[in-house]
T-cell receptor
């Protein structure tokens, strides 16, 4: 069964550094998403991406964040100048119209900022 | 705007007992409702979803949920809990398009012997 994959599973970085989280959505899916979950809190939407541009973003997704689909398979989230409060689990998801836009989630990347 | 409220951050049941996890939603448009499960150190797995039509929805692992528009609820149930059901459960809502999911705060289910 097709699945969303994410790398790395765990990333440790120092405050102020840039990180890139990578995702491979399900092939033939058209919409891509990033969510995050701070430890002990609910899952929060960050951004959705369609047709090579951002379709929706939350208040959390400020200039510190950017997304890109550099090729036909990868979808990346870049966090510039990381802060301690960026420590969270980051989930990638993808969806397609044939599946009723059901969002399939990857296993997540745990980002720890020290 | 849409929102989800999950009553009870922790629920504990005995193995074999009924599981009831509560979810209430708010939506200005007809909602599409979802239950996701998160096992320790894993991602989110879809348990079931309500789109349109039949209000009683059956999902994986013996779970089901009933959409009640008059009560704005979408509670998750399972007749008999199993130890393997111990996990975090999230209710979520969107408008049925490719738009974002809005999640509740989650309910941690503990199953005891």
């Amino acid at each position: 069964e097709p699945e969303v994959t994410q790398t790395p599973s765990h990333q440790v970085t120092q405050m102020g550094q840039e990180v890139i989280l990578r995702c491979v959505p399900i092939s033939n899916h058209l919409y891509f998403y990033w969510y995050r979950q701070i430890l002990g809190q609910k899952v929060e939407f960050l951004v959705s991406f369609y047709n090579n541009e951002i379709s929706e973003k939350s208040e959390i997704f400020d200039d510190q964040f950017s997304v890109e689909r550099p090729d036909g398979s990868n979808f990346t989230l870049k966090i510039r100048s990381t802060k301690l409060e960026d420590s969270a689990m980051y989930f990638c998801a993808s969806s397609a119209p044939r599946g009723g836009w059901e969002q399939y989630f990857g296993p997540g990347t745990r980002l720890t900022v020290t | 705007a849409q929102s989800v409220t999950q009553l009870g951050s922790h629920v504990s049941v005995s193995e074999g007992a009924l599981v009831l996890l509560r979810c209430n939603y708010s939506s200005s448009v007809p909602p599409y409702l979802f239950w996701y499960v998160q096992y320790p150190n894993q991602g989110l797995q879809l348990l079931l979803k309500y789109t349109t039509g039949a209000t009683l929805v059956k999902g994986i692992n013996g779970f089901e949920a009933e959409f009640k528009k008059s009560e704005t609820s979408f509670h998750l149930t399972k007749p008999s809990a199993h130890m393997s059901d111990a996990a975090e459960y999230f209710c979520a809502v969107n408008d049925g398009t490719a738009s974002k999911l809005t999640f509740g705060t989650g309910t941690r289910l503990q199953v005891t012997l």
